[in-house]
């Protein structure tokens, strides 16, 4: 979520004060609660949020504990984010303010109100103040397994005496299927998602992991309990209430020219285009140009992520076959060969790498995207064409 500059205003510092100022007394009336956010309409937003709340009303304190605080205006924050080196902070933000943002921004907010007894509010309380000391405060964010959600739940966990049962984890899901629930409306944004996800996005995911996704924290939360240190059990959650019943954005249902409209229409130009290089006899060397450059530049972005990123998945990305540099690199040649009506080795090198991807989609154990078989036979068919066109007149 993007650094609100109102945490830097009086009545924040005045709350801090307050929060970690002095002793903590022991009181009753303290709660503690899991807010989970509906989801918004920006990529980052668009499987939800999680945060914890903390109110005193002895000591008039309601704030809620965020971790999924960032800014966009980071030094190198596109190439840090793409890498995987973003840095996410852990900031305390008046409730109020939350709740009027989510409320403006039309997501519903579901607060669950943790079962804790006064022992584990105290533990839970110095633990998230041990984590806004300036020196904890940043954290380095995994979308995965280290986000905004999974640092909410581990606090949680770290302040239970016992141990937390959580239900049994829902079958047959992996990081792939959870993130197409919540892009299901967003074609594009899935679409980008699906060519940077690799092999290890379709491997079956157990309860802990499936718990990176805010909503089912939720869900597991409300089904889970706490077994004592002596065997007792209690419900983790003591009550949920919706505190901010908010009409949503109309719902984006899904574009017209989607991924798979756009790259079918490619594919159908693509071979138009083939069939018209072959009966003129020669290469167009500006469309040449043209998909050389697009698969180029984003083999370029898959590569940097299989060899260089840290974030997790990416590393077994099979798409690499499809999308990699060789035909940027080969670029210069391609266009001479085409003005010259010379003969070059970058079709025939490009339609093994083409035919060695289409027959493994089958086999693969990485998730292909429909859109992308139209992409490979659309490039297919125009090295095919210019090495038709070679030997035809050799």
Request: contains cysteine.
């Amino acid at each position: 979520m993007r650094e609100k500059r109102y945490i830097k205003s009086f009545l924040v510092y005045l709350l801090l004060a307050l929060l970690f100022g002095g002793k903590v007394m022991a009181q009753d009336n303290i709660r503690f609660c899991l807010l989970t956010c509906a989801p918004g309409t920006e990529v980052y937003s668009l499987f939800g949020h999680t945060a914890i709340r903390y109110q005193n009303s002895d000591r008039n304190i309601d704030v809620v504990f965020n971790f999924g605080m960032f800014s966009f205006d980071a030094p190198h924050f596109i190439y840090r984010f793409v890498k995987g080196e973003t840095d996410y902070r852990l900031g305390v933000t008046p409730y109020p303010y939350f709740e009027a943002e989510y409320a403006l921004r039309g997501s519903s907010v579901y607060e669950q109100e943790l079962n804790l007894t006064h022992e584990e509010k105290m533990r839970l309380l110095s633990i998230l103040q041990k984590h806004y000391l300036p020196e904890n405060r940043v954290y380095r964010y995994n979308y995965f397994y280290d986000n905004c959600t999974t640092r909410a739940r581990d606090c949680i966990e770290r302040a239970v005496s016992g141990t937390i049962v959580y239900p049994e984890s829902r079958p047959d899901r992996t990081f792939r299927s959870i993130v197409h629930e919540y892009t299901e409306e967003y074609d594009w944004s899935a679409f980008g998602i699906d060519l940077c996800l690799g092999a290890q996005a379709d491997e079956i995911i157990d309860a802990r992991l499936q718990m990176f996704a805010p909503f089912y924290m939720r869900d597991y939360a409300d089904g889970a309990y706490i077994v004592g240190k002596n065997g007792e059990t209690r419900k983790l959650i003591a009550e949920e209430n919706v505190i901010v019943d908010a009409e949503p954005d109309e719902e984006t249902s899904a574009s017209f020219l989607s991924p798979n409209a756009v790259f079918l229409l490619f594919l159908l130009i693509s071979l138009y285009v083939s069939r018209l290089q072959w009966r003129r006899g020669h290469a167009f060397w500006g469309w040449d140009a043209l998909l050389c450059s697009v698969q180029g530049v984003v083999g370029c972005v898959i590569a940097f992520l299989f060899f260089f990123s840290v974030h997790p998945t990416v590393g077994s990305n099979w798409l690499l076959i499809l999308f990699n540099p060789l035909p940027l690199l080969c670029l210069p040649c391609v266009i001479y060969c085409d003005i010259k009506r010379k003969k070059g080795v970058f079709h025939w090198v490009n339609i093994v790498c083409l035919t060695l991807f289409i027959l493994i989609i089958p086999f693969s154990p990485q998730e292909f995207d429909l859109s992308v078989l139209s992409l490979a036979l659309g490039f297919f068919a125009n090295s095919i064409s210019h090495v038709l066109i070679r030997e035809r007149y050799k």
